[in-house]
């Protein structure tokens, strides 16, 4: 009874934390809202508010995977090790609980998740073992559900277990309550409608047409076709990404004709970047996630080119000097095109 009583007052906790009802709070705490940081006054309606706007799903399974892979999911989470574990915190640069990193590796790769460990434990559908576990599969331990963690294969999970400790692959220590998968490597995106829902057209040209003389033009006007993304939009990237190089190889490790990182090539299904018509789809496969998330063509350059957490991290355009250049030299190359 009193170990019942105990967890309940530790749920009521997390939950009042999480909310910025802390009582015992002397400042105004900060929450979270799509990566942007807001004041909360600790009022129950606007700590409510910004609390469930984060994750913009329900807990019935309807998280938004696009173009997420188990594979992907798992190298996002990588990204977080060592960042120290911080109960309630959901910013990286202070720490992260159990919850924020699993939402926060979700939402790298384009998934929206809920913020509290038990909803995401009712996310996807059910995985009856651990041995059919698969890479990116979210593990939720006890009942009632407080804490989960992202199963990476061989027994291994990739965690923030508990205060004084920091993010770190471990064994699964006990037998999962539940394991959930909200995403698999054999899942497709949704038909191609819009890749730019709220987007003036003029901002991202007219499609297919005027790519007449550009290195494989048929393969941009497929990928347009199949993912409703600009070809123009695709080969003004692959100009500045590689000077339609296909062989070209960074000196940080991107390759191919799109320059796709190996760890982003293997999130987007791309066995070999080095394939022109695999580099160009998956491309278009990123820029569509981008355009749908971050409804600006700058704002999809930015994350094509520093990553999706970056944008949010920043609300912007991060400040580094690559990514500020890169994005003018895609628009000027996309103008150069027609669009």
């Known amino acids: 009874m009193i170990q019942g009583i105990a967890n309940v007052q530790q749920r009521i906790a997390q939950l009042q934390t999480q909310l910025g009802l802390n009582p015992t709070a002397t400042n105004p705490v900060t929450v979270t809202k799509n990566d942007s940081t807001t004041a909360a006054t600790g009022s129950f309606a606007s700590a409510l508010t910004a609390a469930t706007s984060t994750g913009a799903t329900t807990s019935t399974g309807s998280a938004t995977t696009g173009n997420a892979s188990g594979a992907g999911i798992v190298e996002a ?84 277990p508990q205060p004084g400790e920091q993010v770190k692959i471990q064994s699964v220590y006990a037998k999962p309550s539940t ?43 497929q990928a347009a076709a199949k993912h409703g993304v600009p ?14 190089n296909p062989r070209a190889v960074s000196p940080a490790g991107a390759q191919g004709l799109m320059q796709l990182m190996p760890s982003t090539a293997r999130g987007l299904g791309v066995h070999d ?20 998330e971050f409804k600006s063509l700058d704002l999809a350059l930015a994350a094509y080119n520093a990553g999706g957490g970056a944008v949010k991290k920043y609300d912007g355009i991060p400040p580094f000097a690559e990514t500020q250049a890169y994005v003018p030299k895609v628009k000027a190359a996309l103008a150069a095109l027609g669009g």
Do not use: W
């Open 77 to 160: 989470a990588k990204k977080y090790l060592g960042v120290p574990y911080v109960f309630g915190s959901t910013n990286p640069d202070k720490g992260l609980d159990c919850s924020a990193l699993v939402q926060r590796a979700y939402s790298d790769m384009g998934v929206k998740l809920p913020r509290i460990a038990a909803d995401q434990a009712r996310e996807g559908t059910p995985v009856a073992g651990l041995d059919k576990a698969k890479p990116g599969d979210i593990l939720a331990f006890n009942r009632p559900v407080d804490h989960v963690g992202i199963y990476i294969g061989d027994n291994k999970m990739i965690a923030a």
């Open 179 to 221: 394991i959930r998968r909200v995403v698999d490597d054999a899942m497709t995106m949704p038909p191609p409608t819009s890749a730019a829902a709220g987007l003036r057209p003029a901002a991202l040209g007219t499609g297919g047409g005027g790519l007449s003389g550009v290195p494989y033009a048929d393969l941009f006007t």
């Open 231 to 244: 070809a123009k939009l695709l080969a003004a990237v692959a100009k500045v990404e590689s000077g339609y």
């Open 273 to 292: 970047p080095l394939d022109p018509k695999q580099a160009i789809d998956g491309a278009a496969r990123l820029l569509k996630s981008n355009l749908r």
